[in-house]
């Protein structure tokens, strides 16, 4: 079986780093795309309990593929809501693009 934390974190990398560089306003067909490759991830990500209990939470927290800001603000609630679940730290939202677009500021 995959090694969960090293799947999870290469995993997160491409989601967040995905959101960062997703257009500010997407086409009909970017959304689309964007849509079917989250909704994808409860039927397909190789760790079956995480891809059932994210079902559970997209269900109650339907993604936001609106544009980068809305996306990225999502993906890091869903992100936030497996750290609780981990007991890991909660991530600020508002360092977001920092961590995984522009880099530090200074
Ligand atoms: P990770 O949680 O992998 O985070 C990587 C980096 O992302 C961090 O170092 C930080 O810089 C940044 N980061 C942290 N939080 C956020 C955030 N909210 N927004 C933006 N950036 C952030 N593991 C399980 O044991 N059980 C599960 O049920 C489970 N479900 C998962 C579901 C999904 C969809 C995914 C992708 C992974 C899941 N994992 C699960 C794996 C788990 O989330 C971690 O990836 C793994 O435990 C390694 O953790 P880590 O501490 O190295 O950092």
């Not at 967040?16 to 909704?39: D, F, V």
Request: net charge negative.
């Amino acid at each position: 079986p995959p090694d969960v934390e090293q799947l999870g974190r290469a995993t997160w990398t491409f989601l967040h780093t995905t959101a960062a560089y997703y257009p500010e306003r997407p086409t009909p067909t970017q959304r689309a795309n964007m849509l079917s490759l989250i909704r994808a991830l409860p039927l397909l990500y190789p760790c079956s309990h995480c891809a059932d209990d994210l079902g559970e939470d997209m269900a109650a927290h339907p993604p936001d593929v609106s544009g980068r800001v809305g996306l990225s603000r999502w993906l890091c609630e869903r992100h936030n809501v497996v750290n609780q679940k981990l007991g890991k730290e909660e991530f600020n939202c508002a360092k977001t693009d920092e961590r995984w677009k522009d880099g530090p500021s200074d």
